[in-house]
C-alpha cells in the first residue's frame, strides 16, 4: 500500500458543527503532517506529527485540533469554523522527518456555510 | 531562514519541445530540494529530491532537476513535454531550522502543454 487515503473527499459544514477529517497510511511512515491550501496557492503547514507526537503547531487557531491515535491515523478535529477556514485540507506522511520525500493525499475539499 | 522562489507563474510550452521550471532557493547549510506536482482537485505527487551527490537528479514521469550552488537554482527540466504534464508544480525545501520538520513550499508555476 503506497497510498495516503483521506475522507470524506467533500465537507460542508455549519459554523457551529463539529466534524472530523480522517486521514490513514499503511507504509509504516512515523511522520504524519497537515496542510491547508487555499485555491492556487501553495499547501500551508498546520501539524506536524513525529512518532505519534506533536512536533510542530504552526500557531494554528484552538478550531482546529489535530489527534494522531496511532501510527497509521491522523485525525483532524473541526469546531466552530468560520468561512474563511474554507480550503482544500491536505495529510501527507514521509518515512520519517528529516530528507524524505512527503506522500500527499487527495485531500479534503471542505466548505463552511 | 529557508525560502524558494518559484519566479514564473505560468509556463507555456508546445507538445514535444523542452520544458524548464524554474526554481531559485536560499538556506543557510546544506540545502535538501524537492519537486512536487499538483493535478486539479488532487493532492501534491513527489517528483524528486536533492540531498547530495550528483547535480543532475533524474525523478518521475521523465523529469529531472539540476542543482546549481553557484547559482542558487534547482529548476525542473524534461526533454520532451507532454499535454498530459500540464499541471501545478511547486519546489520546496526542507527546513533545517526545525530539524527538518518542516517543508516549505513555492508559490507554484502553472505548467501550460499545447497539443
Known amino acids: 500500500d503506497t497510498e495516503v487515503t483521506q475522507t470524506p473527499k467533500h465537507l460542508v459544514m455549519g459554523m457551529t458543527n463539529k466534524k472530523s477529517l480522517k486521514c490513514e497510511q499503511h507504509m509504516g511512515h512515523r511522520a504524519m503532517y497537515w496542510y491547508k491550501q487555499k485555491a492556487k496557492k501553495p499547501p500551508e503547514l498546520m501539524f506536524v506529527?513525529?512518532?505519534?507526537?506533536?512536533?510542530i503547531n504552526e500557531s494554528v487557531p484552538s478550531r482546529f485540533s489535530p489527534e494522531c491515535p496511532n501510527s497509521s491515523l491522523l485525525n483532524l478535529h473541526l469546531h466552530a469554523l468560520q468561512p474563511e477556514d474554507s480550503a482544500l485540507y491536505l495529510c501527507a506522511s514521509s518515512q520519517e522527518t528529516g530528507n524524505y520525500g512527503y506522500t500527499f493525499g487527495s485531500g479534503t475539499r471542505l466548505t463552511v456555510v | 531562514a529557508q525560502s524558494v522562489a518559484q519566479p514564473e507563474d505560468q509556463v507555456n510550452v508546445a507538445e514535444g519541445n523542452p520544458l524548464t521550471v524554474k526554481c531559485t532557493y536560499s538556506v543557510s547549510g546544506n540545502p535538501y530540494l524537492f519537486w512536487y506536482v499538483q493535478y486539479p482537485n488532487r493532492g501534491l505527487q513527489f517528483l524528486l529530491k536533492?540531498?547530495?551527490?550528483?547535480?543532475l537528479v533524474k525523478g518521475s514521469y521523465g523529469f529531472e532537476a539540476e542543482f546549481n550552488k553557484s547559482q542558487t537554482s534547482f529548476h525542473l527540466k524534461k526533454p520532451s513535454a507532454l499535454v498530459s504534464d500540464s499541471a501545478l508544480y511547486f519546489c520546496a525545501v526542507r527546513d533545517t531550522d526545525t530539524g527538518g520538520f518542516k517543508t516549505i513550499f513555492g508559490a507554484g508555476t502553472r505548467l501550460f502543454v499545447k497539443a
Open positions: 506529527y513525529s512518532y505519534e507526537k506533536l512536533s
Open positions: 536533492y540531498i547530495t551527490g550528483d547535480n
